[in-house]
């Protein structure tokens, strides 16, 4: 049985999107222990259905991946290589509607994170570290703050210089968990 699960907010108009995000965990070479969705519905924002799916995940690790992203075919298989003594394991990411941005496409600065989001929103986190943690908190840039909160806790963060996810990064959605 796989060690980790994936875990997907969603909105429920994006429909396509959903269903793009779905195929690219089921076209995993390593496959997911399972794939949990939380529609919000009430639009109260990704935090909560993120915590309400974390509190359900029953594997060692949880991949956060928002509705509106891909992952590559080999992003757990990576994900998993590297996760060995780590407690938060991100990827590098191809950018789709801004290729400008690479914020995410960087090693891990524990300095640089306390100021901006280095760490993506399409992580793999220890299980145990989230709920411990209290889980995303109802905050702007509730990611970021997260990671933070993560680190002041001692959390070890392991950046793998690989593309395996695709960010979606349109400009009419509404990204929250920026800072």
Known sequence: ???????????PDRISQREECIRSVAAQIIKPADH???????????????????S???????????????????????????AEGADVVYSYASVIGD????????????????????VSHVAMVRTELILDLGGFDNVKGYDWRFWVKALDAGAKFVSVPETTWVYRLNPEWVHESRP
Request: hydrophobic share 40%; glycine share 2%; net charge negative.
């Open 1 to 11: 049985m796989s060690e980790v699960t994936v875990i997907t907010a969603s909105l």
């Open 36 to 54: 949990l969705i939380a529609i919000d519905y009430q639009k109260i924002g990704g935090w909560r259905p993120r915590n309400v799916l974390a």
């Open 99 to 118: 290729p400008a941005f690479n914020l995410y496409n960087r090693p891990f600065d524990p300095d640089l994170l306390r100021t901006t989001s280095i």
């Open 56 to 82: 359900q995940v029953e594997t060692k690790w949880t991949q956060l991946l928002d509705d509106d992203d891909l992952l590559l075919p080999s992003h757990l298989e990576t994900m998993l290589d590297h």
